[in-house]
């Protein structure tokens, strides 16, 4: 749908003009020599600062199935669905 945007004249000649003008830039730098740079996924180099994965707030089992409808030991007790 949003390829079928209605647009005025002055709107569209507004558009065109945009278009053109990130068209040029786009023009201008594929004449930049980019031979000797390496591709990158990141701008800086950086090392991954994951942190330790680890439980810091322990659930509550009988407060989480408070409101089962159905529940075996510690679980909710579902329909079974495969036969």
Do not use: C
Not at 61 to 79: C, M, T
């Amino acid at each position: 749908m949003l390829a079928r945007l209605a647009l005025d004249p002055a709107e569209e000649d507004s558009m065109a003009a945009t278009l053109d003008a990130i068209l040029t830039y786009m023009e201008k730098l594929n004449e930049l020599d980019t031979s000797a740079v390496e591709p990158t996924a990141h701008v800086v180099d950086f090392a991954a600062s994951w942190r330790d994965d680890a439980v810091a707030n322990r659930p509550d089992a009988e407060a989480l199935l408070a409101n089962a409808p159905a529940r075996s030991g510690d679980f909710f007790r579902v329909p079974k669905i495969i036969e």
